[in-house]
C-alpha cells in the first residue's frame, strides 16, 4: 500500500520556497556551475576505463593522465575533422541552390493537376474576390468623403503636410538631419573576436583540471560529501551514493557505446551508398552526420528525429530525384529500429528510474535553466533529484513525481476505479493482472486487499454506506466473472461428493464475499465450500450445521473488528459439534497475530489462518482424509479426522 505524506502545509511552502531559491542560484551561477557538472559527467564516463586500468597494476596516476590524454586527442581530432567538413558544408551550399530550387517546382508542379493543386486554387479563388470587394467598399467610402491625399507610408495629408509635421515658415530651408557611422577600432574587433574564443578556452581548461582532480581524488570526494551530508544517517547517504554512482556511471557508459554504434553504423552505411550511387557527397560528409547523430541521441526521444531531419533534408537538397534521399531516410529508420530494439535491450540492464514524460519535461526545464549544455545533463541531473527523493524523506516527491515505479500497488488502484465508480478500468486492471498470475495470486493480491481497504474506509467513516455497496457489488461482479475460466478443466477430487465443509461469515457480507474468494480456490482443488449466508442468524447457522454435518467448518473474518463475532461462533460450533474441525480465516490481520490466534483458539478453533493460501492448505488435507475415509466404509470423518 502506498505510503501516505506526512508533510505538513507549513514545511511544503518551506520546500517549495526552497526550491525556487535554488533554481534561482542554478540560473545566476550558471558560468561556473556548468563547467563543473560537465566535469562530473566526464568523470563519471572516465571511471571504469580508469578503474580498469587500476586493476592491471597501473598506478592511479598515471591511469588518469593515460586515459585523459586519450580521451582528448579523441576529442580534438573528432573535432578537427567535424570543423574542416562543417566548412566545406557551408563553403558549398550555393552549389546545392539550383538542385534545392528544381525539388520545389517539382513539388509544386506535382500539385498543380491534383488535389493539392485544386485546393491552392479555391483558397486562391477566394482571396481574390475578398480583396476585390475590399476594394469597392474602399471607394465607395472615398466617393462620400472627397480624395484625400496620403504619403508613402499611408499618414493623410493636408495641402502636402504630414499631421504633427511643423510647416515652415516662407524662405526658410528646413535642415536635413546628418547622420554619422563610426567605424569600429582594430583593438575593438580584436577584443570582440578574442573575448568569446578566450572564455571557451577557459572553461574547456578549467574543466580538464576538475576532471583530472575528480579521478584522483574520487574517493576522497565520496567521503567528504558523505561527512557532509550523512551526519545522522551514514547507511542511507553512503546507500544513496553508491547507488547514484553506479546507475548515472553505467547509464553514462552504455548510451554513450549506444551512439556510437549508432552514428558508425550510419557512417558506414552512407559510404557505402555514396560509393554504390556515385554520388560523392554521401560519403564526403558521413563522418559529420554520423558525429552529430551520435550527440543528439543523448537528448531523449527528440534526438534522433532531429538528426533525421537533418540527414535527409541534406540529402534532399545534395542529391538528385527523390529515390535516394528515401533510401537514406530508409536506412536511418532501420539502423534507429535495431538500436532501439536489439542493441539497448541487450546493454541495459537496468532503466534510469525515470519515466519518459518525466525526462522530457526535465530535459525542457534544464533546457531552459542552462540551455544545450542543460540538454545533455538533463537525464544525469534528473537521476540524482530521483535518488534524492528515495533517501531523503523530505524530498520524496521528488521520486513520486520523477520515478518510474508505480506510485499506487495494484490493488489500491483498483480499489481507487472502484471508489471512483470506473468499473470499466477495475475490470481492465483485473484482467491484465490475471493474463500473468495466478488466480491464487489475483485473490490474495488485488480482490482480497481491495476488500480490506473498504471495509477499513468504511469503519473509520470515509466510505459512505452507498459507495461502501457500489465497491463490494464491484469485487463480486469480477469475482463471478473471474472462475468460469480457470474451473473449465478442473475435475472434482475422489471422493469429494462424499465430504461436506461449510464456510460462516464472522459478521457481515464483506466476510461473506472473502468466503466466496476462498471458496473458489478449493474448487480448484476439487472440493467445495458451501458458504452461508451472512444475513442468517446464529441460530440458523447452527441448525445448517446440523442439518450438513460437515467435516470442516471455516469462519472467515476480516479487520477490523469482527473478532468477538468469530470467537462467539466458535464456542457456539464447538458446543454444536464436538467432533467438528474449525478453521478460522482472520485473513489480512498483521498486528498481535500470536495473542489473537491464542483467543480463537481458546474458544474452539482448531487452525487459524491470516491469508487464502494458508486458509486452503489447511483445510484441503482433511478433506482429503475425509473422503479417503468415506471411500473405505469408516467411520464419520468427524470423529476420525486428527489433528494434524
Not at 191 to 201: F, N, R
Request: proline content about 5%; hydrophobic content about 45%.
Amino acid at each position: 500500500m502506498a505510503s501516505t505524506s506526512t508533510t505538513k502545509p507549513r514545511d511544503a511552502f518551506l520546500i517549495l520556497g526552497g526550491l525556487v531559491l535554488v533554481t534561482a542560484c542554478l540560473y545566476w551561477a550558471r558560468q561556473v556551475l556548468i563547467p563543473v557538472a560537465l566535469a562530473v559527467l566526464l568523470a563519471f564516463i572516465l571511471t571504469p576505463a580508469v578503474s580498469a586500468l587500476q586493476r592491471r597494476g597501473l598506478g592511479r596516476l598515471p591511469s588518469v593522465i593515460l586515459v585523459v590524454l586519450l580521451a582528448l586527442l579523441l576529442l580534438s581530432g573528432v573535432g578537427y575533422v567535424i570543423s574542416r567538413q562543417i566548412n566545406n558544408l557551408v563553403g558549398n551550399l550555393d552549389k546545392y541552390s539550383e538542385n534545392i530550387v528544381n525539388k520545389i517546382q517539382s513539388l509544386r508542379g506535382a500539385g498543380e493537376g491534383g488535389f493539392i493543386g485544386r485546393v491552392q486554387q479555391t483558397i486562391t479563388n477566394i482571396s481574390d474576390e475578398l480583396t476585390q470587394n475590399a476594394q469597392e467598399k474602399q471607394k465607395q467610402k472615398e466617393g462620400k468623403r472627397g480624395p484625400a491625399h496620403t504619403d508613402e507610408e499611408g499618414f493623410a495629408k493636408k495641402d502636402g503636410q504630414v499631421p504633427g509635421e511643423e510647416k515652415p515658415k516662407p524662405g526658410e530651408v528646413p535642415e536635413k538631419p546628418v547622420y554619422v557611422q563610426t567605424t569600429p577600432s582594430g583593438w575593438s574587433r580584436v577584443g570582440e573576436a578574442v573575448g568569446p574564443a578566450a572564455e571557451g578556452l577557459g572553461n574547456a581548461f578549467l574543466i580538464l583540471v576538475l576532471v583530472v582532480f575528480m579521478l584522483i581524488q574520487r574517493e576522497n570526494l565520496r567521503n567528504r560529501l558523505v561527512r557532509l551530508f550523512g551526519h545522522g544517517r551514514l547507511i542511507v547517504t553512503t546507500q544513496a551514493f553508491d547507488e547514484g554512482a553506479q546507475r548515472i556511471s553505467r547509464f553514462l557508459l552504455m548510451q554513450l557505446l549506444i551512439n556510437a554504434f549508432f552514428g558508425v553504423t550510419l557512417i558506414i552505411g552512407l559510404v557505402l551508398m555514396g560509393l554504390v550511387s556515385g554520388h560523392r557527397e554521401l560519403w564526403q560528409y558521413a563522418l559529420l552526420w554520423g558525429f552529430l547523430s551520435c550527440i543528439l541521441r543523448f537528448v531523449p526521444y527528440l534526438g534522433t528525429w532531429v538528426a533525421a531531419a537533418l540527414v535527409v533534408g541534406f540529402s534532399i537538397a545534395t542529391l538528385p530525384g527523390w529515390g535516394l534521399p528515401l533510401g537514406v531516410f530508409g536506412f536511418f529508420l532501420v539502423v534507429e529500429l535495431l538500436t532501439a530494439n536489439v542493441i539497448e535491450p541487450l546493454l541495459f540492464g537496468h532503466s534510469t528510474g525515470i519515466s519518459p514524460l518525466a525526462l522530457l519535461l526535465a530535459a525542457a526545464f534544464w533546457t531552459w535553466l542552462w540551455g544545450p549544455i542543460g540538454l545533455v545533463l538533463s537525464t544525469p541531473l534528473t537521476v540524482i533529484l530521483v535518488l534524492l527523493g528515495k533517501y531523503v524523506p523530505e524530498f520524496h516527491f521528488f521520486e513520486v513525481l520523477l520515478g518510474d515505479e508505480p506510485v499506487l500497488s495494484r490493488h489500491v488502484t483498483y480499489y481507487q476505479r472502484l471508489v471512483a465508480r470506473d468499473l470499466d478500468e477495475a475490470s481492465d486492471l483485473v484482467e491484465s493482472y490475471m493474463r500473468d498470475h495466478s488466480p491464487e495470486q489475483v485473490y490474495e493480491e488485488v480482490l482480497l486487499p481491495a476488500l480490506l481497504l473498504a471495509k477499513k474506509d468504511r469503519e473509520r467513516g470515509e466510505l459512505e454506506a452507498e459507495n461502501y455497496e457500489f465497491v463490494l457489488q464491484g469485487i463480486r461482479d469480477i469475482q463471478e466473472d473471474l472462475p468460469a475460466s480457470w474451473t473449465e478443466n478442473v475435475k472434482p477430487a475422489a471422493g469429494a461428493s462424499k465430504v461436506v465443509a461449510l464456510g460462516c461469515p464472522g459478521r457481515d457480507e464483506a466476510d461473506e464475499l472473502a468466503l466466496k474468494m476462498l471458496a473458489e480456490l478449493v474448487r480448484l482443488s476439487g472440493y467445495t465450500l458451501e458458504i452461508i449466508s451472512s444475513t442468517k442468524l446464529s441460530a440458523e447457522v447452527l441448525e445448517k450445521l446440523q442439518q450438513a454435518n460437515p467435516t470442516v467448518v471455516c469462519i472467515g473474518s476480516l479487520p477490523p473488528g469482527g473478532l468477538s463475532q468469530a470467537r462467539y461462533l466458535c464456542k457456539r460450533i464447538r458446543q454444536q459439534a464436538p467432533d467438528v474441525k474449525i478453521v478460522v480465516g482472520r485473513w489480512g490481520e498483521k498486528e498481535q497475530t500470536e495473542r489473537m490466534e491464542a483467543r480463537l483458539c481458546g474458544a474452539g478453533a482448531d487452525r487459524v489462518a491470516t491469508t487464502l493460501h494458508e486458509t486452503r492448505a489447511q483445510i484441503v488435507p482433511l478433506l482429503q482424509v475425509a473422503a479417503n475415509i468415506q471411500a473405505a466404509g469408516g467411520a464419520k470423518p468427524s470423529e476420525l479426522i486428527t489433528t494434524p
